[in-house]
C-alpha cells in the first residue's frame, strides 16, 4: 500500500466555493476516467527533500495519528502533495505561503483494487498559488480538462466515492462547520472502519 498525497484547491468563484478539478485519462490503471484532484504517490525524492514548514501544529498532530510502520513525514506528504500539484496543474505555492497546507482528510483503498493507497488530502486556498491560477499552461498530458468548478456541480460529474465524500468535508468547511477532526475511511483491515482524527 503506498502512501499518497492529494491537493485540493479551493477558491471563491462568483457563486460559492470553487475547486480544481481535472480527468483521469481512459487508459489509466487507477480509476479511468475519473474526475479526480491533483495528486499522487509519495515518491523516494520527497523523503530526501522534504519542504518544512507548511503545515500548522493541528495538522501535524493528526497526520502523526494510526500511522503504519515506515509511514512518510508530514513534510514528505506536504512535499508529495505540492509536487503533484505542480506536475499535473503547473501551478506551485507562492514562496511565502506558509503554514499553507490544511490536512482535512484520509482514505486508504479498499481491497481487491489494482492499486492501493494511504492517501492524506490536504487543502489550499488559492490566494496562496503564485501566479496565475487559470494558467495550466505548464501542466502535464495526466490530468485533462483541468478547471474550476463549483463544488455543488462537481458533484455531477464522474467521480470515485471517496472524491464525493472528499467534495461535501470541502463544502461543510467553505461554509463554516466546526471542525470536528479529519475523517479517516480506514480500509487498512478486514472490516472498514470509519474515525476522526482530533
Known sequence: MRPAATTVLLRQGPDGPQVLMGQRGAGAVFMPSKYVFP???VDPADHRAPTPGLLGDACLARLGQHLPEAAPSPAALAT???RELAEETGLTLAPTA???LRFIFRAITPPGRPRRFDARFFLIDARHIAGDP??????SDELSHLHWIGTGAARALDLP?????VLAEIAALAAGHP???VPFFDNSGPVPTFRRLV
Open 179 to 181: 471542525d470536528e477532526g
Open 161 to 165: 466515492f471517496i472524491t464525493e465524500v
Open 98 to 100: 506558509a503554514p499553507a
Open 134 to 139: 487559470d494558467d495550466f499552461s505548464a501542466a
Open 80 to 82: 508529495a502533495a505540492l
Open 39 to 41: 495528486g499522487g504517490g
